[in-house]
C-alpha cells in the first residue's frame, strides 16, 4: 500500500490548510489512520486519529479544537483540516496507516503503522 500525502504549503497565522492523504489500494477502509508531524529539531509526534470504524478519534493538545481528522474511503483518502494556523504548526506532516485488529480504536504509537506517506511541508508565517 503506497500512501500519497498533499495539501502542505504556507499559510498565514489564523489561516487554514487541509491535507490529504491518499491511499494506492481499496483495503485503506479497513485501517486505522493518523497524522503526525516533525518540527524542526523536535520528534515525531502524533497530533490525530482515527479509528478504522470513524467513531473514535484522538488529537494531540496542540490542536484540540483546531485540527480535524476525517476519512472518505469511497475516495480512500484521510484528510486533517486544519484550522487557526499557528506559527507553531510548522512541520512536515505525515500520513500513516495501521492494519489494525481493533476497528474502533485509534492507533497512537507509531510503531504499530504499517504504512506511510511521504511528508509534506507546512510553513506558518507570523
Known amino acids: 500500500v503506497q500512501l500519497q500525502a498533499s495539501g502542505g504549503g504556507l499559510a498565514q497565522t489564523g489561516g487554514s490548510l487541509r491535507l490529504a492523504c491518499t491511499a494506492s489500494e481499496d483495503d485503506f477502509r479497513h485501517f486505522a489512520v493518523g497524522w503526525f508531524r516533525r518540527a524542526p529539531g523536535k520528534e515525531r509526534a502524533l497530533i490525530a486519529a482515527?479509528?478504522?470504524?470513524?467513531?473514535?478519534?484522538y488529537y494531540a493538545d496542540a490542536v484540540k479544537g483546531r485540527f480535524t481528522i476525517s476519512r472518505d474511503n469511497a475516495k480512500q483518502t484521510a484528510y486533517l483540516q486544519m484550522n487557526g494556523l499557528k506559527p507553531e504548526d510548522t512541520a512536515a506532516y505525515y500520513c500513516a496507516a495501521s492494519v489494525t485488529p481493533w476497528r474502533a480504536r485509534v492507533v497512537v504509537s507509531p510503531s504499530d503503522y504499517d504504512y506511510w506517506g511521504q511528508g509534506t511541508q507546512v510553513t506558518v508565517s507570523s
Open positions: 482515527l479509528a478504522v470504524t470513524g467513531g473514535s478519534t
